[in-house]
């Protein structure tokens, strides 16, 4: 499996920003594929997944109602949309999925629990 993260870099507040994840190598049909991100010093937090099985998406408070997940099967590809973005969003952005499905509701919260990782992508928010 490899996942390539594209489409960061420097947005002023207040600003959007999409990012994309080309995913290959997918060997199932069920799995959970998501966007997490570290901020400066803290944990990797898990911010929207989506699960093929339900179609259903996960997303954290944090972000709700300011960034959506989207994707395009054609292309193997998820989009992280970013609107409203803040200082405190400042942070590399990782896409990240797996074939394990025992994680019940709880799919996104912890990042212990994808397997494949891309390598990640800065974005800057800044004035």
């Known amino acids: 499996v490899q996942l390539v993260e594209s489409g960061g870099g420097l947005v002023q507040p207040g600003g959007s920003l999409r990012l994309s994840c080309e995913a290959s190598g997918f060997t199932k049909d069920q799995y959970i594929i998501g966007w997490y991100r570290q901020v400066r010093w803290s944990e990797r937090e898990g911010l929207i997944c989506?699960?093929?099985?339900?179609?259903?998406?996960s997303t954290t408070e944090s972000v709700k109602g300011r960034f959506t997940m989207s994707r395009d099967n054609a292309k193997s590809t998820v989009y992280l949309q970013m609107n409203d973005l803040e200082p405190g969003d400042t942070g590399v952005y990782f896409c990240?999925?797996?074939?394990?499905?025992?994680?019940?509701?709880?799919?996104?919260?912890?990042?212990?629990?994808?397997?494949?990782w891309g390598k990640g992508i800065l974005v800057n928010v800044s004035s």
């Open positions: 989506w699960r093929s099985t339900d179609d259903s998406t």
């Open positions: 990240a999925a797996t074939f394990d499905l025992s994680h019940g509701a709880g799919y996104c919260e912890s990042p212990y629990g994808m397997d494949y």
